[in-house]
């Protein structure tokens, strides 16, 4: 491939010339913005350890109240993007948030998506528009684009949560911004337990829910059976996997990142396969070996890590003797709308 010109070997003049105009000469820049066979990444490996953060997040605890902080977040920030990005890959936003006893994060809504999935604690509950749901480790609840949420907490330990959210892509595309709401009344709890039987949808009046966002809490006693489930149905099968999905449509639960529990069989190591979404592995119950490019993370439980797209991620569970159950976020449902989805064989 030939070398294009470079922006030096123009005249300074006619580069000033353009630059009154707000121009720009494409050539120079044309091979960076449009690599050969492969993007480059900004995003590169990392790691997060949870014992690590602990610490840092109670500190903030104790040096921050809630009124001053609206939501208590140490932000898992790649370094590949700068940290000031505060983004974990190109789509993704994690934060670890921290509730203390009593405290609460007042009611808002936005436009970024939202997910939590819960690290450590009980007694703590988010209210999604009216809905209040309990939070216990390894559960999964969404408050997606526009919904009411608060944060309380009636229990007596510190709780911890994961907070995904998509706000990097938000945020480019100008289209973030927050509002302000009162405290929710709250009704009974509910979601959860009507869509339990994956084979069945309520048809209340004859008709099926339209409701975009159906279910919000995705209890982890019911991932966990479902993947043990699979798991001893399917002895074949290598990745034990689920996807978090909208029981009405099968879709995806949100529009823009996708959620799944992956279960390691013990021992087992399992080639991912080569594709082009930026990845995030956080360890529900157990510890796992993650491989990319030049890293090996070890990870036990509440520890994160990242991988970029395209390339090879091999997991390896530490466990001989039991399962280790992986939460992952994904931005598949980002790059098949904008159809650039991709798997290539693995290296
Ligand atoms: C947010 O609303 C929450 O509601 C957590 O708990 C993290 C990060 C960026 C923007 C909004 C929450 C957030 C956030």
């Known amino acids: ?121 009980e007694g703590a509950y988010t209210t999604v528009n009216g809905e ?14 526009g919904q009411w ?4 907490h009636d229990g007596s330990e510190p ?3 994961l907070d995904v959210l998509d706000l990097p892509l938000v945020y480019y595309t100008e289209t973030s911004y927050h509002i302000n709401g009162n405290r929710q009344a709250t009704d009974a709890v509910r979601g959860d337990k009507i869509y339990k039987y ?19 809490r995705y209890p982890w006693v019911e991932v966990k ?6 798991g001893a149905e399917e002895p074949e099968l290598t990745s034990v996997m689920v996807t ?35 990845c995030v592995y956080h360890v529900i119950e157990g510890a796992t070996q993650v491989r990319v490019m030049q890293e090996e993370f070890e990870l036990c439980e509440a520890d994160t890590c990242c991988a970029p797209g395209y390339t090879q991620v091999t997991l390896v569970n530490l466990h001989t003797d039991k399962p280790t159950f992986i939460f992952m976020t994904d931005e598949s449902p980002l790059h098949r709308k904008l159809g650039v989805y991709e798997v290539r064989s693995a290296n």
């Open 149 to 152: 949420h608060e944060h309380g």
């Open 159 to 161: 709780v911890v949560w």
């Open 244 to 278: 978090y999905v909208n029981p009405e449509t099968g879709a995806d639960v949100e529009n823009i990142l996708g959620f799944y529990a992956l279960m390691l069989r013990p021992g087992q190591t399992l080639k991912m396969p080569v594709r082009s979404p930026s």
């Open 1 to 121: 491939m030939t070398d294009l010109a470079r922006l030096e070997d123009l005249p300074v003049d006619y580069r000033q010339a353009l630059t009154d105009q707000n121009l720009v000469p494409l050539w120079p820049s044309l091979r960076g913005v449009l690599p050969p066979e492969k993007p480059r990444a900004q995003t590169a490996p990392a790691f997060w350890s949870y014992q690590a953060i602990k610490p840092l997040l109670l500190r903030a605890g104790e040096l921050t109240p809630i009124e001053k902080a609206e939501r208590r977040v140490l932000v898992l920030a790649n370094p590949g993007h700068g940290l000031e990005k505060m983004q974990a890959s190109p789509a993704i936003y994690l934060g670890m948030q921290l509730l203390l006893p009593g405290e609460w994060a007042p009611a808002h809504r936005h436009t970024p998506n939202a997910v939590r999935m819960i690290v450590e604690g």
């Open 198 to 216: 994956g084979g069945v949808v309520p048809t209340r009046d004859f008709d099926r829910s339209t409701r975009s966002y159906p279910m919000i």
């Open 132 to 145: 209040k749901c309990p939070m216990s480790r390894g559960d999964l609840i969404l408050t997606p684009t």
């Open 225 to 230: 059976e479902s993947l043990l489930v699979l």
